[in-house]
């Protein structure tokens, strides 16, 4: 068996945070979550998720790889983004910047 750990809105998406399963690859790991849940499906068919195994970054290009008993799997969606703060607010204690460059 594969431990599954999914996070954020693919977290949210099955309704869980992890799931035992039973694949070889990535890729066939990726087919069996899409049929769990529509929402899922989506997420994973959008493509915008990183995966780690055995806490290790495995490019799209290595989904085709074999997976072991007992590897654990972490997908996650990518996070980026932020935004300066406006002149007179304040985060984290500070106050902020002219949100000008």
Same mark, same amino acid.
């Given at each position: 068996?594969?431990?599954?750990?999914?996070?954020?809105?693919?977290?949210?998406?099955?309704?869980r945070?992890?799931?035992d399963?039973?694949?070889?690859?990535?890729?066939?790991?990726?087919?069996?979550?899409?049929?769990?849940?529509?929402?899922?499906?989506?997420?994973?068919?959008?493509?915008?998720?990183?995966?780690?195994?055995?806490?290790?970054?495995?490019?799209?290009?290595?989904?085709?790889?074999?997976?072991?008993?007992?590897?654990?799997?972490?997908?996650?969606?990518?996070?980026?983004?932020?935004?300066?703060?406006?002149?007179?607010?304040?985060?984290? $204690?500070?106050? $902020?910047?002219s949100?000008?460059?």
């Open positions: 068996m594969v431990k599954v750990r999914l996070y954020g809105s693919l977290k949210e998406a099955l309704g945070s992890e799931v399963v039973k694949v070889g690859t990535v890729k066939e790991l990726l087919d069996n979550l899409s049929e769990l849940s529509p929402e899922l499906r989506a997420l994973i068919e959008r493509g915008d998720f990183i995966v780690l195994v055995n806490d290790r970054p495995l490019p799209t290009s290595r989904f085709s790889e074999a997976l072991g008993e007992g590897d654990v799997v972490d997908i996650m969606p990518v996070v980026s983004g932020g935004l300066r703060p406006l002149v007179g607010s304040t985060v984290g $204690g500070r106050p $902020g910047r949100a000008e460059p």
